[in-house]
Structures are given as structure tokens and as C-alpha cells.
């Protein structure tokens, strides 16, 4: 499963939220502090200037329980009699998943912790200094006021709060109103949403509420909408391996969880698209199947939200991982994106099943038009749309006549949802900005885009105006280290450090990051140090490849002309750009031949997936046959005796013979085994190494040689991010993608 727009969402905000209005009886509840972190209590985070920790309900329970016993030991059989409530079965191992958990949230090292510390055979305490809270009655003639952090303040100016990227406090937001304050936020929101009194007068301004938790289920919820009548919440869940599938949950009022999830889809796939019939008796998803392509499906439900009978395939839809269906308020319809004649689009079905009818038609060599959102009154549908020629994306509006008019002019190069806003006129989009996914309205008045304060993906409108999306995060840093041992970070930044390839000596490393703000890629010393940015990537992301002499990188960016992504190469001392080959195909990871000056990558040129091998200074290429049609990744053998390569849509892979008597045979090695997924995977002289995750995220080397395959090392499910991804040093160093924090829940808001 890939969240939602490839990766998670969690509240963003400079400051701690207010209070309820009415404060808890305990004051540990309003929050207090934990050395530099303010712990928000109520909204189940930490908060440290603009950067904000999300920890799961018990998780912070044990936090709490620990800070009222400060600096004491706490024994481990009081945290199950009163975390756990004496559940002896469950709690040991939910114990140490919490621990781990509070630890990952803090940045703390078990081996020289700075807050929570083991005390050997005995249980925890705190070793930070806690600020205890102080009871405070409510008050009636100003604003509620949250609890404060010494170092916050809600009349800060937002220029204040946002710290540089060499902060030791890592700020995640840059001072360009972005890290505004939530109360603001609240304005913008609502001052759009909700009718004035007279066109041209001023908007009314309703406060925001604190977000509201609809799922906090172990593993993610990456999309989700609200019945019709509020009853109900249907959600595509993750649960850490497979696929994700849609579940369904009872809400009772006030939105509160009121049933365990009940499964919907199973067996149908990946699900990527959910919607609800207007009147709750039915939901459309779309789901990815094991073969690559996308199904549609319709499950008709009771008034009580139980599947009526098995649900009814409708047709076929585009492979996409990201939202690609929407439902008519009138019941008539459902758009959805799809694939006809070679041509993406927005297509319409009816809700039975029957022929589809063609919408939009997406531009040649770009995605098919994705996200689509139906104004409240029906006529009108907000879509997503992509320029081929560089990657970004903006937003359009079509009528049920096929008429689309472009909307913004934003040139995005993510998007991670799209929804109408309350007054059926505004947007409300979910985008990146540094390493967080953030909601943000565009006014239709003014053509503004107005930052609401939330991280968010997904966003759905509810029936009454709320506003219920993902809460997601994934911040991901490169790690040093070997296969039986969890490694090291290798380096640190205010984003996500991706896809890490050592330079043939284990001198460098070149990697991918957002820290300039938008996908580049990167170069740094093995130690870290010394990074700089080489190259702007277009939105794309794939791992680059060093030439065999260390000289040049090989990378998928925006270097054809008037800024095309294609397959590109750079000077590893970011000289020389140029394209290889830009011609508005797709192309997978690039890879050098070891002993000649050309380039292996796959691609779709001509229309379907196969290798492709190009003249490293650019040229005419050649297809390559292979007996599988293969998926973005290949690796050549040192020796250049041949290559590995991934089948399209499954784990397994292949080794191709290119010297000798076997040249051009092939053979299959099956690196994940029942009930496990393939992460990554690379070529040793051993043998290929895999990195797979079922109950745990085991290393595995499949010999050369034929032998059975053996474990190099295993992990906890979470250690690494969801496609993580590794290499392997030519002294064999281990390089690795390691997760600091992957969070993904539902919440609303109102």
C-alpha cells in the first residue's frame, strides 16, 4: 500500500491548541512541560516551537502516568494495573511498542536517554524536568487561552516562531504564514465557509473546534469519508502488511467511534478511491489489483451499514495511488478516473454499472485527470490535471457538458486531495510543503491560496460541513549500519532524506531530499556532512546511480528542454546537466553498465513498460527483451555477467544471464515468502539481498549459487517506512532509509 499521492497526516500548529472549554478536574490533562517539549495532553502530540510530535492515545497515557511520578521509578506492573487495566496478556508487549514510541516522538537514545530512561528489571521514570500544570478555572470574558510552553506565546508574530533549518530545535515550518497561528487558521476557514449577511459585507468568522480522532487504529488510515447521515465512517486502513482495505465503523453522536472497523473489501485490492452514495445505502471504492491494473467496485449496505450482499465489480478504472472517484449528489453518477483508447481521463458511470462516458481527455505522456471533488449543488466537478512536460499539477473545473477551465495556477508537484468547501465555491487542496503534507483553501473570489494551519490529506466534505481528512506523517532520515542491528542516522534535516547510493569508493553518498523546499537531489560526505543540492528532480522520485568511476550521477529529473523530466546526468560536482533522454516518457531507476558508457533504465516509451539502454551522452535508444515485463528497477552485477530485474506488479525477480552460454536465459528467485511484501531489494556478490516485511522487517540474502535463502537480521514493523528503501556499500556498509515517526489517522474537524 502506498498513502494516498505515493507515504501521513497530524495536526500542525506553532503553539499548543486551546483547551475545552470547560477544563478537566485533572489538571495533568491541560498539559505540561517535559523539558523543551510542551505535552499536549488533550491532543495526543508534543509541541516544540513550530515542530510537532504526534503520539498515539496510550502512548501518552504512559507519558502522563510517568510524569506525575517524576524522576521515580515506575514499575512495570503498575503500568499494567493502570495504563493497561491489569490486561497481563496484552501488555508487556504493548508496554515496550510505547516506549519505543514515546522515545521515537522525543528523538531519544535508550543509551543515553535525555527523558526516559530504563531502570533495568524494575520499570521507567523520567529523567527531564517536568513543569507540573496548575488547575484553572474557566472564564467567561476573553478567548480561551491553551496552556503554554515558556518558550510559546499566542500573541508571537508567526515570524517568531518559525526557526532556521540549523536550528537545534529543527523548526518544520518556514515564516511565510504557513506556521500561522491555528485561531487564525480558524478565520480563514470559516470566513468562507459560512453565509454573510450581505454579499458584499464582512464574512462572519465561527471559531474553529480542536480536531476530532474518528480512527486511531494501529497501522495507517490513509482516506476516509462520513456517511451521509454521520452514522458511519468508511476508511481505507493499512494494517503493516498486504494491502490496504476499506473498513467500516458505527460513529455514535458527536462523532465518537462506536464499533470496532468491519471489514468491506476484502480480497479486491488496494483501495485508493472511496465514495458514498447520497442516500448511505451504498459505497463505490476503487482498489489496485496484484496484476497492476484498477478495479471499480459497488457494496450495497443496510441502514445499520452492514454489507447487504457481495459486491458488484463495475468496470475498470486508472492505476493510480492517489483519490480517483467521487459520487454525485443527485445519486445519477460516479467520476472516476480511467483509461480509454490509450488516453487518461474523467470518465462517468452509472452507479448500476453499464458503459462509461468519456469526461476529460488528460494531455499525451501525463496522468489521467485525478482527484475528483462535486460541488454541493452538482453541477460543477473540480479535478487535479497534470503538464507532462514538467511534472506539476493544478487545478481544473468541467461541467457534466466536458467543459474544463483551469482554476489555478499553482504548478504543484504533489497533491494529496481535493475537496469542496462548505459554500460550494472555495477549495480545499492537500499539498506538501517541507516534510508535511498541509490543507490549504484556494478562494475562488481572489484566487488565493489561504494555508487553514492542518496538516491533512484526503480531505472530504461531510454532510454538515465539516471537514474529515488523514492525519499522516513519515519523516524519514538516512541511517548507517549492518543488517543485524538496528543502524544508525547517518544525517539529519527538516525533510526527508531519501533514497540513500554510496559513490563507488564509500567516499559520498547522493540521495534525495526535499530540503530546499522541493525534491532535489542531493550530495554528501559519508558522514553526513558537507551536503549540497545538484539537480531540481520535477516532483519525481527515484534513485540515482553513480557512474562506475564515481565521476557522474545518473537521476529521473526536470533537465529536457523547457524544464521535460527525463532521464538526466550531472557531474558529481553539479556541473554538466544534460538529458539523455527527455521525451515526456516515463522511466524507472537508472543504471550504468558496468564496463561500457551506457545507461539501462525502464521506461514506457512506445507504450508499454520494457528496458531500454541509452549512450550515456544521450541518443537514440535500444529496447532490450526480457521474458517478464519489468518494474522500475534493474541492477547490472559488477562483474556486468548480468542483472536483476522486478517484474511489473508483483515481488517477485528475475536474474538475466548476459555472458556465456546461458546469455539472455533467465531464471526466478522469490525473495518474500507467503503473507510477506517486498520492500527494496540489492544486487551482493553474495547474493540478492531483500528487505520484506510481514510480522517483522526481515533482511534476507538469496544466494547465487541456488541454495536456500537465510535471515541477515530482523526489526520491529516500523523501524523502517513504509517503501523503504537501501544500499549496499562495495565495502559493505549499509545504507537505509529508517522511519522517525509513521502516523496516520483520521480526524475531523468542524
Avoid at 465514495?275 to 497492476?292: E, K, R, V
Amino acid at each position: 500500500m502506498a498513502p494516498l499521492g505515493s507515504s501521513a497526516l497530524r495536526l500542525s500548529s506553532p503553539r499548543p491548541l486551546p483547551p475545552p472549554p470547560h477544563p478537566s478536574q485533572d489538571p495533568w490533562q491541560d498539559g505540561f512541560q517535559l523539558g523543551d517539549w510542551w505535552v499536549d495532553v488533550s491532543g495526543n502530540r508534543l509541541v516544540r516551537d513550530a515542530e510537532v510530535r504526534p503520539l498515539r492515545h496510550k502512548a501518552m497515557a504512559l507519558l502522563v502516568m510517568l510524569a506525575r511520578h517524576e524522576g521515580r521509578t515506575v514499575a512495570r506492573e503498575d503500568i499494567v494495573n493502570e495504563v493497561w487495566d491489569g490486561n497481563q496478556f496484552v501488555a508487556p508487549k504493548a508496554i515496550n511498542t510505547a516506549v519505543w514510541t514515546i522515545r521515537q516522538a522525543l528523538g531519544d537514545d535508550p543509551d543515553t536517554p535525555r527523558y526516559l530512561e530504563t531502570i533495568a528489571k524494575k520499570g521507567y521514570r523520567l529523567v527531564a524536568p517536568v513543569s507540573h500544570p496548575i488547575a484553572r478555572e474557566p472564564t467567561h470574558d476573553a478567548p480561551a487561552g491553551g496552556p503554554r510552553s515558556p518558550s510559546t506565546d499566542l500573541g508571537v508574530d508567526a515570524a517568531h516562531v518559525s526557526g532556521s533549518p540549523d536550528s537545534p530545535r529543527r523548526s518544520r515550518w518556514i515564516a511565510t504564514g504557513l506556521g500561522g497561528a491555528l485561531l487564525l487558521a480558524a478565520a480563514a476557514w470559516w470566513a468562507g465557509s459560512r453565509p454573510s449577511a450581505a454579499p458584499d459585507g464582512p464574512r462572519s468568522v465561527s471559531p474553529l473546534s480542536a480536531p476530532e480522532a474518528l480512527s486511531q487504529e494501529e497501522g495507517v488510515e490513509y482516506l476516509a469519508a462520513q456517511s451521509p447521515d454521520g452514522r458511519h465512517l468508511a476508511f481505507a486502513w493499512w494494517r503493516g502488511q498486504g494491502v490496504g482495505e476499506l473498513h467500516l465503523r458505527d460513529l455514535a453522536s458527536g462523532g465518537r467511534p462506536a464499533s470496532p472497523p468491519r471489514p468491506v473489501s476484502h480480497g479486491a485490492g488496494d483501495v485508493h478511491g472511496l465514495a458514498w452514495a447520497p442516500d448511505g445505502h451504498a459505497l463505490a471504492f476503487a482498489a489496485m489489483q496484484a496484476d497492476g491494473s484498477c478495479a471499480l467496485w459497488r457494496q450495497d449496505l443496510g441502514t445499520d451499514g452492514r454489507a447487504t450482499k457481495e459486491r458488484q465489480r463495475l468496470g475498470r478504472c486508472a492505476p493510480l495511488y492517489t483519490a480517483t472517484l467521487a459520487w454525485s449528489p443527485d445519486g445519477r453518477w460516479l467520476v472516476y478516473s480511467g483509461e480509454q483508447d490509450g488516453a487518461g481521463g474523467l470518465f462517468l458511470m452509472s452507479p448500476q454499472g453499464g458503459t462509461p462516458r468519456r469526461l476529460t481527455t488528460a494531455a499525451p505522456g501525463a496522468m489521467a485527470d485525478h482527484q475528483p471533488s462535486w460541488s454541493p449543488d452538482g453541477r460543477h466537478i473540480a479535478f487535479v490535471r497534470q503538464d507532462p512536460a514538467d511534472g506539476t499539477r493544478d487545478v481544473y473545473e468541467t461541467t457534466l457538458e466536458g467543459e474544463p477551465r483551469r482554476l489555478t495556477q499553482l504548478r504543484l508537484h504533489h497533491v494529496h486531495g481535493l475537496a469542496h468547501a462548505p459554500d460550494g465555491q472555495d477549495l480545499v487542496l492537500s499539498t506538501t510543503v517541507q516534510d508535511l503534507r498541509v490543507l490549504q483553501r484556494w478562494q475562488r473570489h481572489d484566487g488565493r491560496v489561504v494555508p487553514l494551519g492542518l496538516e491533512g490529506s484526503a480531505p472530504s466534505r461531510a454532510s454538515d460541513g465539516s471537514l474529515v481528512y488523514a492525519l499522516m506523517r513519515s519523516h524519514v532520515s538516512l541511517a548507517q549500519g549492518r543488517f543485524d542491528a538496528l543502524p544508525r542516522r547517518a544525517m539529519q534535516s527538516i525533510a526527508s532524506d531519501r533514497w540513500p547510493r554510496p559513490d563507488p569508493r564509500g567516499e559520498r553518498v547522493a540521495f534525495v531530499s526535499r530540503r530546499s523546499g522541493s525534491l532535489a537531489l542531493w550530495v554528501a560526505h559519508a558522514d553526513g556532512s558537507q551536503a549540497r543540492a545538484l539537480a531540481d528532480l520535477g516532483g519525481q522520485s527515484e534513485a540515482p546511480a553513480w557512474s562506475p568511476d564515481g565521476r557522474q550521477l545518473a537521476f529521473v529529473g526536470a533537465c529536457g528542454p523547457g524544464r521535460r523530466v527525463g532521464l538526466c546526468r550531472i557531474g558529481a560536482d553539479g556541473q554538466g546537466l544534460a538529458p539523455v533522454a527527455a521525451d515526456a516518457a516515463g522511466y524507472g531507476s537508472p543504471q550504468w553498465h558496468p564496463t561500457r558508457p551506457e545507461l539501462w533504465t525502464v521506461s514506457d516509451r512506445g507504450g508499454r513498460w520494457q528496458l531500454w539502454r541509452f549512450p550515456a551522452k544521450g541518443g537514440a535508444g535500444q529496447p532490450e527483451p526480457t521474458e517478464h515485463e519489468p518494474g522500475r528497477a534493474l541492477q547490472w552485477a559488477a562483474d556486468s555477467s548480468g542483472f536483476v530485474y522486478q517484474t511489473r506488479g508483483s515481488d517477485r525477480l528475475r536474474w538475466r544471464s548476459a555472458t556465456g552460454p546461458q546469455a539472455g536465459q533467465e531464471r526466478e528467485l522469490v525473495p518474500a515468502r507467503h503473507g510477506e511484501s517486498l520492500l527494496d531489494w540489492q544486487w551482493s556478490p553474495r547474493g540478492v539481498v531483500a528487505l520484506v516485511r510481514g510480522d517483522r522487517e526481515r533482511w534476507r540474502l538469496l544466494p547465487w549459487d541456488g541454495s536456500a535463502s537465510h535471515a541477515l537480521g530482523d526489526h520491529p514493523v516500523g523501524t523502517f517506512p513504509e517503501r523503504a528503501r537501501f544500499a549496499i556499500a562495495t565495502d559493505g556498509t549499509l545504507w537505509v532509509e529508517l522511519a522517525d515517526t509513521n502516523v496516520a489517522d483520521i480526524f475531523r474537524v468542524r
